[in-house]
């Protein structure tokens, strides 16, 4: 339960977590045990040194997931907290995050009335532009990983995977310097904000089904650097 690794337990009251090279991350102080030093790259504090602790993993119920504005536009907000402990553990996401909209996708297929895992797995089959590894936001429920609820997956005539939007999702538009998600997004985070106010009510909606390799080779994902919160 709470965060998943063999490092460092978290102690104290900080408990808001980021994703940093594929890993939840959660910013300590320096000497902290098992913590790994990083220069920030962006945001107002671009080139001063952190310390933080890396989880590949975070388990519990989710208790809230909201949109806060700030001075760089806003983030989501994701909270868990586990029952064992009564932690709560929250991941700010930026409003631009694939492993957000990953998470949003899957949200109506979570079992309210259970545990969820959120886990960063290493795409193999993928690198970024600048050949930094690729990894991807996996909803695991009941130790099988949940399908994206608004993107189905099929292949065409040439076998290759082609996607088909779901329940009203729109489309991407494509124009002159590629594809635009700007409506999808609003549309994405307008149901995220519906669904947080189902928590506490039992809404089983649907069964998780696939193993990770099965997801992985069916879906497409976008490649990105990493996605730490800008301060």
Not at 27 to 32: D, K, Q, S
Not at 36 to 63: F, H
Not at 74 to 80: K, N, P
Request: net charge negative; hydrophobic share 30%; charged share 35%.
């Amino acid at each position: 339960m709470g965060l998943k690794d063999t490092t460092t337990p978290i102690t104290g009251d900080s408990t808001k977590l980021s994703i940093v090279g594929g890993k939840f991350t959660l910013r300590v102080e320096e000497g902290t045990k098992d913590a790994i030093e990083r220069k920030l790259t962006k945001g107002k504090n671009e080139g001063q040194t952190v310390w933080e602790l890396k989880y590949p993993a975070l388990s519990g119920t989710i208790i809230n997931a909201v949109i806060r504005d700030n001075e760089f536009g806003g983030d989501a907000e994701i909270t868990m907290r586990d029952y064992k402990t009564n932690d709560d553990f929250t991941i700010q996401f930026p409003l631009e995050s694939r492993y957000l909209f990953d998470l949003i996708k899957r949200l109506p297929n979570i079992n309210l009335n259970e545990d969820v895992s959120l886990e960063m797995h290493e795409n193999t089959k993928k690198k970024t532009r600048t050949g930094n590894p690729v990894y991807n936001l996996h909803v695991v429920q009941d130790s099988k990983h949940l399908r994206d609820f608004y993107v189905e997956w099929k292949k065409d005539e040439q076998g290759n995977n082609v996607c088909h939007n779901l329940h009203g999702m729109p489309d991407a538009v494509e124009g002159r310097k590629g594809w635009n998600f700007d409506a999808q997004e609003e549309w994405l985070l307008e149901r995220m904000e519906e669904w947080n106010t189902l928590l506490g009510e039992p809404a089983p909606l649907f069964e998780p089904e696939e193993s990770v390799d099965e997801l992985l080779e069916e879906e497409g994902f976008v490649e990105e650097e990493e996605d730490d919160v800008p301060f």
